[in-house]
Structures are given as structure tokens and as C-alpha cells.
């Protein structure tokens, strides 16, 4: 069937500043633009533009424009342009529409509508320039008291505590699987764990054998597929993190495309090449906080409790009861990820319309785990849509441990969030296997703009902290009385668990 979709963008290259060096027709991952010996110029196939700008990024006359066609629908805030134009491509397919990264659509912001606190006259700030800033974090269970003994006249712990991972700053890569992703892009992330003193995800596509020397820096998954996962891989990783759900699919499972699944993302997942990868949604041996409780301690066992284990959740409604099980399952880290968590690919009516905002799940599950006297029994590392630094603070103060980056991440790499990682066209070599566009990120300068990232982050949260009086992280973390909410009914008020502007 002939698509009747009009193209989302209108690509124009300007005869006048065109020298048809032909760069942009090898650069475009979508084979959007070619040359035409015929007429002696470049030619575009709108239908096939996804605005991802490599073309307009490297052409060396800033001769191609990118326009939204805006003017292919009229005007209806009802039956608005894209809510036509997924009918029509249904109606051409009769398939489910895919999508990729986080939820787009206009839901509140609740980072936006939460001011930072300063202090001013009778509470001194501190310049952080000449004072130490404390951005260290340790992550996982915290006994609930300490007790000490004499031995041979010398103080000493008694009290046993169990693996905890130390971080210099408390933001750490979220789980991006190898073959969602590229090597290189494991690679710059690695690296850049290592240079900051955080901590890569491996997200559910095993760990190549050749990152196995950055075992410190990384978080190892096993997710419902199992893919890749056994016994050295679980003890490479500095802990382990158990995925039962992700903010961008809540409730279903993950598919890989089997034209992602080359020799090198084969035998790392221990999959056929050119097979589709499916998790299935559930973990087909849990079903209940108990079976959850049992997979926690039989990874426990095989890493002979040395390591933190994590259980990756979904933000969905009654997180907070979700969470609490989780804990008293015996997780050492609670992750929770919110509706505009990115992804490789999802059905775009899950990840529009299902889960929660992760402002509003972080501070109902601080709540209820502080309100059940089990908060020091887990570290919470959240995320799903954080974007810089304020956010970073923010959530510390509604009480995140740590934070967690995906889209951020993959954007200093050079993602420009075209959404069509699903494909596996993506024409910045992050989100694909085509070894032409791999090539393209130097995992070396990979590392080194995520490194920069993450570096500026810490100055700037330095600064935050010492403009609210603290010298460290610790000081602010769960402290929402130094949070005041702009713009937000009291129910949301009261769920964040903060005060109005003004009060
Ligand atoms: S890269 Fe720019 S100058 Fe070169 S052919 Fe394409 S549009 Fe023309
Ligand atoms: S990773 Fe690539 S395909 Fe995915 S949104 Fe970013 S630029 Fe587009």
C-alpha cells in the first residue's frame, strides 16, 4: 500500500551555498539524501528525513535547512497533526506504531514548578571555591544502629555492614544494553564511570568481554531475558541490578530487532546472531515478593554477598507499597524509573500513556520508607527525564540517593532525540550496529564529553550547595523543608511533601 503520511519535515538544500561535495548524502544514516547525476545536485527524499541534523551538522557550506511541515495538517487541538498522522500510518500497517527515547508529550514538569532554597542574612552560605564540597555518596544498605567492642584494648566496629559502592558524584549512566546501543558507546561510557568515579549500567545485553577490566565502575543487569547473563558476569560488575521495569514500557517486555544482533552483541547476549532478543515481561520466576526475594538472595549467594543488589522498577501508581516490598525482599537499592525515561524502542501508546512522573513516585516512596523506618535499608537512585544539574539537586532534596542519566548521557555523545533509535539507522553511531555508522563516535572523545558533563554537573551542584549553607550532599538529602513548590495544587503539594513559594 502507497503511504498516504505527508513527511514530517521539509529538507531544503540551497543551490546558492551547495558545492556538491556530496558529504551530507554519506553522512544521513536514513538515506534521506543522494546525488543526482542527471541534475547535477542533491536530492531529498523528505518522506525519509528524521531531523536527527548529521547532515546539516556536517555540511561544509551550512547549506541544508530542516523545517517542520507544518503546513501538511490543519489546525485541530483535538485531532492535532500527529494524533492524524499515527491513524493513517495504522491504517497503512495495521501494526503496533514503535517509538524510541523518553515521553515526549506535555505533562507537567514538576522539576519546573520546585524552587531551590538560599541562605542570606542570619544562616551564612559557603563559597565553595574555597571551602570542601562533600559530593560523595555511598550506595546500598545501611545498618540501623552501630555497635562497637574492646578487642586487645582497641575500639572496633562490631556491627557488620554489607556492600556498599562508593560514588564521587551522585549521578550514575542508566542501563543502556549493548546492540540498543553500540560498542563504542559502552565503551564512552566505561570510561567516563571510571574518570568520575561513578558507575555505567549494563542494561540487559551482558557485558563484552572486553569491559570486564572496568568491573568497578559498572552495574551488571539481569533482566527477564537473561541474556548474557552467568556466573563470571555477575560477578564482574560492582553490583547487580534486577530489571523488573522500565519507565518508558512499564508492564511489557523489550525486543531487539534481529538485524541488531551481529556476531559481537550475539555472543555477548549468548543468542543466535540475526535472532530478535525478547524479554518477556514478567520474569517468568517471579511472581510474587517472596520469588523476589528469593532470586535477590540466590544472586547474593553466587557473589558471596559482596555485592549491592538493585531492583529496577517502573514508576506506576502505588509505588510506594511497590518499593517497600522490594526493600523488605532484601534489595540493597531501590531504582525507579519514571515515565519519561528514554528507551531503544516501545509501542508509542505504552510509552505515552502508562507510569507516573518520577518527582511524584521518588518523594511517595522517601515517604513511605522513612514513615516504615526502613529508609537506611536501601539506597534509592531514580530517574526517567533528568537534565541537568537542578534536577540532580532536587531530587537529592526529595530524597534520591543518587541519580541516574540516559537521554542526557546519550545527548553529549551527540543524540540529537530524533526518537528513531528503533530503527537502527541512527546516523550519530550511538543507537544502531552498521559498523559505517558505529565508526563514527570515538569512544576516546565519548568519554571525554561525558567525563566534561558529569564534571560540570559536580561545580554546579557544589555551587547550589553552597548557596543553601551545606558542605555536603548528606546534608540535603530528604531535606524537602529547603524546597518550595511554584504553580501546584496542594494535593501535589502534599504528595511532594513541600511548602508553597511564599511560605
Ligand atoms: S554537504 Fe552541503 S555542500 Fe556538500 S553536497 Fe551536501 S548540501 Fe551541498
Ligand atoms: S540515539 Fe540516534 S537514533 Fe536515537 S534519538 Fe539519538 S540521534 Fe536519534
Redesign the pocket.
Known sequence: MISNVPPEFNVDISDRKCVKCKRCTKECGFDALSYSKEFDCIIADDSKC?A?HRCVTFCPKNAITIRENQLAYKNNYNFTASVRKNIQKQANTGGILLT??GNDRPYPIYWDHMLIDACQVTNPSIDPLREPMELRTYIGRKPDSLEFETVDGKLKLKTRIGPNIKIDVPVVFAAMSYGSVSYNVHKSLMKAAQNCGTLMNTGEGGLHKDFYEYKDNVIVQCASGRFGVHGDYLNAGAAIEIKVGQGAKPGIGGHLPGEKVDEEVSKTRMIPQGSDAISPAPHHDIYSIEDLSQLIYALKEATEYKKPISVKVAAVHNIAAICSGIVRAGADIVTIDGFRGGTGAAPLVIRDNVGIPIELALAAVDDRLRKEGIRNHASIICGGGIRHSGDVIKAIALGADAVMIGTSA?VAL????????N?G????G??TQKPHLTARLDPEEGALRLTNLLNGWSHEIQEVLGALGVNSLESLRGNRERLRGIGLDEKTLEILGIKPAGR
Open positions: 528524521v536527527c524510541a527515547m546519550l551527540g543524540c540529537r532525540v530524533c526518537q528513531k533509535c530503527t539507522k541512527c546516523s550519530w550511538i543507537a
